[in-house]
């Protein structure tokens, strides 16, 4: 047996390699990147047809083969957030039986994936998606929960077999953040897109539903209302907006009390200055951010933390030049000066992503959005640019060979 993986013997008695993946979020109900991500890797990995794919999720049953939901436990019902997690967890873990690797994605299902390694001595891997120790304001969001998580990521991620960084700057911050794994354990198989899902289509009728006019220019904002997003900076920023450009925000699911209302200030009084900001606070349909993205000359993400950025990809899909931070994994993505313009930083080295100089910082996204808005015909040139970079670069079969490369490596 020397020189053989421990985790392999257990694989090569089974016909097909049996994976389960673990995850808080899965169709229908997705509400952020890591979501989307999940959902497209098992159909890729699924579409292969020689591995034998499980789906563990938080939430009601899905009408899906090889798909189950793990509803919080009623004994949990009043209890702090992190603790219910954990009794999902618990419960997720049990189910594991059999299963040969188990992949989990975020703080929410790694404990489960670390106590189904411990039980079945099977490998665990994690997905990087975000880090507890880049997102300290979740404090304010969890209070001592945001402790429970942040010692359930460590955990799991210090005794996962492999862990998978969506782009090459989460990988440093994961070896930053945890420094005792071997850098060798740290692969990086970036996220990916459905360039047939995410296209360019013309729907002005859906447009001018949602309170936009097509035949104006517009800047479109799609993210969640957290610290890590930046939204506060863009409300800064687009006040140097041309008055004819309008800017779309499609943006909800607020953090804290306290971060909707800065956000709700912001929009307040630019309001009083402009027309034409319009804030789309729920979840829209696919179609519908298809349609908007569509209508848009230049998508915007002014994120402080993010590992990847799908949304870039995302509107980059749909032939959308995109004005972005140039921070995390969104320089692996946004090429600047051919897909779109990357906007300078220098953070607070304290893991909260906050700008060094948050008024320069402002004044160098409002000059790039100024500027991506200005030339319109540049700006489409970027968008079939980034179009062509997402189709060639970021197709999900692609990650799903990427991901199954990791697990045969992993199970030896």
């Known amino acids: 047996m020397t020189g053989i993986s421990p985790y392999a013997v257990r694989a090569t008695i089974v016909v097909r390699v049996r994976v389960d993946i673990l995850t808080k979020e899965y169709p229908p109900h997705i509400y952020g990147g890591a979501g989307v991500h999940v959902a497209e890797l098992v159909r890729a990995l699924r579409d292969r047809g020689d591995i034998d794919v499980r789906v563990r999720a938080f939430g009601p049953p899905r009408g899906e083969d090889g798909t189950n939901g793990y509803a919080d436990l009623d004994a949990l019902a009043d209890a702090n957030a992190a603790l219910q997690t954990m009794g ?31 039980l079945n001595g099977i490998p665990h891997i994690v997905t ?7 997102r300290p304001w979740k404090a304010e969001q969890l209070g001592g929960g945001y ?26 911050d994961v070896l930053r953040s945890y420094p005792s794994i071997d850098e060798g354990k740290v692969k990086v198989v970036h996220n990916g897109i459905d360039s047939e899902l995410w296209k360019r289509v013309d729907d002005p009728d859906t447009v001018r539903r949602q309170g936009v006019d097509p035949d104006r220019p517009s800047v479109i904002f799609v993210g969640r209302i957290t610290r890590q997003k ?33 956000v709700e200030d912001l929009i307040a009084g630019l309001r009083k200055t402009r027309d034409g900001v319009v804030w789309v606070p729920e979840m829209l ?52 000066g051919e897909t779109g313009w990357l906007v300078p930083i220098e953070q607070v080295q304290d893991g909260t ?57 992993v199970l030896g």
């Open 147 to 172: 402790r429970v998580s942040s010692w359930i990521e460590r955990t799991a991620y210090e005794n996962a077999a492999a862990v998978i960084a969506v782009s090459e700057g989460m990988r440093k």
């Open 128 to 134: 990087a998606h975000s880090l507890e120790p880049m």
């Open 88 to 118: 999902v967890d618990l419960t997720m873990a049990a189910d594991c039986d059999g299963a040969d690797l188990v992949h989990s994605h975020t703080w929410y299902a790694n404990l489960a994936g670390h106590l189904a390694s411990l």
């Open 230 to 262: 930046g939204l506060p900076y863009l409300l800064r920023a687009a006040a140097e907006l041309p008055q004819e450009v309008q800017l779309v925000l499609l943006a909800g699911a607020p953090d804290t009390p306290e971060i909707k209302a800065e």
């Open 353 to 409: 992503g906050t700008p060094v100089d948050p008024d320069r910082f402002v004044g160098d996204l409002a000059a790039a959005l100024v500027e991506a808005v200005s030339d319109p015909d540049r700006a489409a040139r970027f968008g079939e640019a980034g179009r062509r970079r997402a189709v060639e670069s970021f197709s999900w079969a692609r990650i799903g060979d990427e991901t199954l490369a990791v697990y045969r490596d």
């Open 285 to 336: 349909p696919r179609n519908e951010v298809i349609a908007l993205l569509s209508a848009a000359t230049v998508f915007v993400c002014p994120s402080v933390y993010e590992p990847l950025g799908i949304v870039n990809l995302e509107a980059m899909a749909c032939d959308l030049p995109v004005v972005a931070t140039a921070t995390g994994g969104i320089p692996e993505v946004v090429v600047d």
